[in-house]
């Protein structure tokens, strides 16, 4: 059974930090790509960056290359969303799902399996 948990949102002020986790289960992480969405309630889903774990290709949107950084740990099955110098227009809910790498995130005929999502809040 293919599982996606997301974990580690939360309230950060402006200029914070916080590390999301992807914790996958029932596939290889080597034969997918893993992507990072964001959703604010009301508007269009974004995509944040795809992560090819099997060659470490990543592409990145604009609005966070330079911030956010994606690593991953094969033996915990777990990928990582680490973003630093948050502004509050990166709150929104943060979902990571499994498909195929892509520079094209808006592709979302790639993804066939999401997470639950957590909730990113930057705010002071």
């Known amino acids: 059974q293919v599982q996606l948990v997301e974990s580690g949102g939360g309230l950060v002020q402006p200029g914070g930090s916080l590390r999301l986790s992807c914790a996958v289960s029932?596939?290889?992480?080597?034969?997918?790509?893993i992507g990072w969405f964001r959703q604010v309630p009301g508007k269009e889903r974004e995509g944040v960056l795809c992560?090819?774990?099997?060659?470490?290709?990543?592409y990145y949107t604009d609005s966070v290359k330079g911030r956010f950084t994606v690593s991953r740990d094969k033996a915990k099955n777990t990928i990582y969303l680490q973003m630093n110098s948050l502004k509050p227009e990166d709150t929104a809910v943060y979902y990571c799902?499994?498909?195929?790498?892509?520079?094209?995130?808006?592709?979302?005929?790639?993804?066939?399996?999401w997470g639950q999502g957590t909730q990113v809040t930057v705010s002071s």
């Open positions: 992560v090819s774990v099997s060659d470490d290709s990543s």
């Open positions: 029932g596939f290889t992480l080597d034969d997918y790509a």
């Open positions: 799902a499994r498909g195929f790498f892509t520079k094209d995130l808006a592709d979302y005929d790639l993804w066939d399996y």
